[in-house]
């Protein structure tokens, strides 16, 4: 049970929390969208996988298989696979870029201090441009974010990775964006 009384404990993860604050689900839910599915370098799978990389190093068991569930479904790759974003990507085929960017969203995890020089001229080295660290960085950073809101209100998550196939599938195939934003938010 959530530390919190949520209208709907059925509710898993942050979907019960988006549940609680619409007005508040709203905007992160765009934040969401704008990271994983907005216009990007990096493909919507690649993004997924350094989501759900920062939440798994968080310890967020919601939201790293949620978001291990729609980079499954962006890389047309079979759920049992989710396991291997724990085990360092040896079977999920990574590029060197995508390794050395996963490397800084590793660090950004740590503290946003832990990134150096060496780490960001790894990525260059391997063909990744400013667009593409600055995107893994603000990923990683969100989903620190996201990863606190969620375990820090004590939601729960269902363990079994087959639970999270169709919310995979509707993530990397609908989007984030379900509860309505209003306009004044936005321009506030």
């Known amino acids: 049970m959530a530390h919190i009384a949520l209208p709907d404990e059925s509710l898993p993860g942050i979907v019960g929390l988006f549940n609680f604050r619409p007005e508040t689900a709203g905007p992160l839910q765009l934040l969401a969208e704008t990271l994983l599915r907005g216009e990007s370098p990096l493909t919507s799978g690649e993004r997924e996988l ?112 087959e639970a999270y196939r169709e919310m995979g599938q509707r993530m990397a195939f609908t989007g984030y964006v379900r509860y309505p934003i209003k306009q004044d938010a936005i321009e506030a």
């Open 50 to 161: 350094i989501a759900a990389h920062v939440s798994y190093l968080n310890n967020c068991h919601f939201c790293h298989t949620s978001h291990a569930s729609a980079a499954m479904a962006h890389l047309g790759c079979d759920l049992s696979l989710i396991d291997d974003i724990k085990q360092g990507f040896q079977v999920i085929e990574v590029s060197p870029k995508l390794r050395a960017l996963l490397n800084i969203a590793a660090k950004v995890q740590k503290s946003g201090k832990e990134v150096t020089d060496a780490d960001v001229a790894a990525a260059r080295a391997e063909g990744a441009a400013d667009k593409e660290i600055h995107d893994t960085v603000l990923i990683a950073a969100a989903f620190c974010m996201f990863n606190r809101y969620v375990d820090g209100l004590g939601t729960w998550a269902p363990q079994d990775n």
